[in-house]
């Protein structure tokens, strides 16, 4: 168990739909990533905040926002719903900032499929 | 840019063989790297890490890579596989001072009785 914690862990949506993912830090982690993993792009780093501020951003869509609350879990947030959306996200959290070599500690994932 | 070739998207060895990852990496700043494994249904667990310290790194579970500039590698090794080490592996790259990590597309190791 990483400590890190995700909701839910499965998601099954239509195409054009909304949903929001959560994502709870390890205790006293001030970052937190969100990847996206698919069969056909692999593991694509989406976003990172560290307290609250956001502070690199990957490949992530125009449809996709995140945010991190005072509390510092994080919500991944994806709209207008496309096939192509279905993957597994991934959370990870770590103590430092971008700069830093902390270990990044991964959450077990949400499954999304959009039909 | 930053980059990461995994060769060989499956690996398979006996029980109880040498277990050879391959990574390269190209980056045009000295880089921080990684491999990563998960297992079924889970998250990515940090194997080990390399971050300008000693070129030969151990991490869990008997791993360990060896850091190699001139030939842009970062393989990862273990002396004797278990059936417990059946999982996909990935490398990962970041530069120093960079703002994303940069994953390889795995390899999945099998291991055979």
């Known amino acids: 168990d990483s400590g890190v914690t995700q909701t839910p862990k499965h998601l099954i949506t239509a195409t054009g739909q909304r949903v929001t993912l959560r994502c709870s830090p390890r205790s006293g982690d001030l970052s937190v990533y969100w990847y996206q993993q698919s069969l056909d792009q692999g593991l694509q780093f989406l976003i990172q905040y560290y307290n609250g501020e956001e502070r690199a951003k990957g490949n992530i869509l125009e449809r996709f926002s995140a945010q991190q609350f005072p509390d510092l879990h994080s919500e991944l947030n994806l709209s207008s719903l496309e096939l192509g959306d279905s993957a597994l996200y991934f959370c990870?959290?770590?103590?430092?900032?971008?700069?830093?070599?902390?270990?990044?500690?991964f959450g077990p994932g949400t499954r999304l499929t959009v039909l | 840019a930053q980059s990461v070739t995994q060769l060989g998207s499956h690996v398979s060895v006996s029980e109880g063989a040498l277990v050879l990852l391959r990574c390269n990496y190209s980056s045009s700043v000295p880089p921080y790297l990684f491999w990563y494994v998960q297992y079924p249904n889970q998250g990515l667990q940090l194997l080990l890490k390399y971050t300008s310290a000693a070129t030969l790194v151990k991490g869990i579970n008997g791993f360990e890579a060896e850091f190699k500039k001139s030939e842009t590698s970062f393989h990862l090794t273990k002396p004797s596989a278990h059936m417990s080490d059946a999982a996909e592996y990935f490398c990962a790259v970041r530069h120093t001072g960079g703002f994303k990590t940069i994953f390889g597309a795995g390899t999945r190791l099998f291991v055979k009785a």
């Open positions: 990870a959290s770590s103590g430092g900032d971008i700069s830093s070599t902390d270990t990044q500690y």
